[in-house]
């Protein structure tokens, strides 16, 4: 697989310097968003282990995918070692999507996939990169550069060096950096439209989609958080495969873009007040959302960097309180596990938001 920085199969992961520069092709909001997702997922760890049916995650990279003029939508799974659930994705993606499974093959040091069919695996292992060149019906490859207006360099440098390369250590390649790689140049070059899936987890026999984002709700009365079209059509799809998604928020306590997450690592009062807040999307909740006005979002809310978003806006109060950033991690993920549970929750109000802002 071709990489700008040359061939996958020769690239050395263990380089830091060269992940750092392989990071530094994305928004510095995507590294900044590894960051968030890294202290999420800490939590998600800490799910209370005393009920049955604890949420399990299967370890897997999700990418949704398709071309303008073809009919068929592709998932492509990359599983990086599930004990548990796997074969019951795919067997639900499979209902909507044609879904292939994809491995990385470390005696290549490449990507490879099979086409899936009932949760099994029904073809021989090719190239990632074959595959998806033969699925787009595309001849080259598509331009997947960022602008540099969304790339800044600082902070790019703050989120990695400041925490990323130091917390994952020898694991950084694999866990951090071939995510990337997979997305950004073996499936985004194919495809005009790519969505990348956060986290799956199965609970009992549930499958939940958990989305994780780090932002500040748009002002106004009543505050609201904004999601793009395509990701309210992605719920809507995959909760007709039969998955529950969970869609969460840490919400930046200094509502601007110039400040980085970076903020959260360090700063104790930042962490305090940094509400982690969450609400399920069905896809009637979806169909609605679409359904009312829209909005369009800057250029840096983009892959590239260059186009525009269409979103529409979700109430605040909409909206369950986890707690925030600054609690004992195990009493927030006690409140997830009991969100998810469908046990009673705290609901969020603009008052609450109101208060914890710091930049006022």
């Known amino acids: 697989m071709q990489t700008p920085l ?5 690239l050395d992961l263990s380089d ?11 928004k510095h909001r995507l590294a900044e968003g590894l960051v968030v ?24 990279d999700t990418a949704i995918a398709r071309n303008p003029g073809r009919d068929v939508s592709y998932a492509f799974v990359w599983d ?6 796997l074969g019951r994705y795919l067997r639900a993606l499979g209902s909507r999507y044609s879904a292939w499974l994809v491995r990385f093959d470390e005696i290549m040091h490449d990507f490879v996939a099979a086409r899936t069919e009932e949760g099994r ?6 190239p990632l990169h074959d595959i998806a060149r033969s699925l787009s019906g595309l001849q080259t490859a598509r331009d997947v550069g ?93 909760a007709r495969c039969g998955l529950r998604s969970l869609h969460t928020i840490i919400v930046k306590p200094r509502w601007n873009k110039e400040t980085s997450s970076m903020l959260l690592t360090n700063d104790m009062s930042a962490r305090a007040a940094a509400a982690v807040i969450g609400r399920e999307i069905s896809a009637e909740d979806a169909r609605q959302a679409l359904s009312q006005r829209a909005g369009l979002s800057g250029a840096d809310t983009s892959f590239s960097g260059r186009s525009s978003l269409v979103y529409r806006s979700l109430p605040a109060s909409g909206f369950s309180s986890f707690g925030t950033l600054g609690m004992p991690y195990i009493e927030v993920a006690g409140r997830i596990d009991d969100f998810m549970r469908g046990r009673q929750t705290e609901r969020v109000t603009d008052g609450w938001l109101r208060a914890l802002r710091q930049d006022v």
């Open 6 to 10: 040359g061939e996958l199969a020769g």
């Open 16 to 26: 830091h310097d060269l992940c750092q520069r392989i990071l530094a092709l994305d």
């Open 37 to 60: 997702e890294s202290l999420f997922d800490q939590y998600l760890d800490a799910f209370p282990r005393k009920d049955e049916d604890v949420p399990v995650l299967i370890d897997a």
């Open 80 to 85: 990086r070692g599930s004990a548990k659930g």
């Open 121 to 126: 695996r029904a073809s021989d292992w090719s």
């Open 146 to 238: 960022v602008d540099r207006s969304v790339r800044d360099t600082r902070r790019i440098n703050q989120s990695f060096w400041g925490y990323l390369s130091a917390h994952y250590g020898n694991d950084l390649g694999r866990r951090v950096v071939l995510p990337r790689l997979f997305m950004n140049f073996g499936i985004q070059p194919w495809f005009r439209y790519v969505w990348n899936i956060d986290r799956i987890y199965l609970q009992g026999d549930q499958l939940w989609h958990l989305e994780i984002k780090h932002k500040y709700p748009m002002q106004g009365n009543p505050l609201t958080f904004g999601l793009n079209d395509g990701e309210l059509r992605l719920i809507g799809d995959l």
